[in-house]
């Protein structure tokens, strides 16, 4: 879910960078609080977090805009390591 969600975050009009409406559009696109369990929205919450710290503002919006057109699309190495240090620490597997 949270892949398949990645980057609905920006809304109409993009940002310049990390905003609380970019925050709260990623959290909104990538749970569903009447379905999802608490797992995926500590997911979700990760990584934003993780993104947010770790990629450049510019380079989520790429992400995102590559993935809106292919859902299929390589999220890249740097976003893949995120999710995976997610689901590791979320799951605690």
Do not use: H, K
């Amino acid at each position: 879910m949270v892949a398949a969600v990645l980057l609905s975050a920006c809304g109409g009009d993009t940002p310049e960078d990390y905003t609380i409406e970019t925050r709260d559009n990623f959290l909104v696109a990538c749970t569903d609080p009447l379905v999802d369990s608490i797992l995926i929205t500590e997911l979700c919450e990760c990584t934003f977090e993780s993104a947010q710290s770790r990629l450049q503002f510019e380079r989520f919006v790429d992400i995102e805009r590559r993935f809106e057109s292919n859902l299929n699309a390589d999220l890249g190495i740097a976003m893949d390591d995120i999710l995976a240090d997610c689901i590791l620490r979320e799951a605690d597997l």
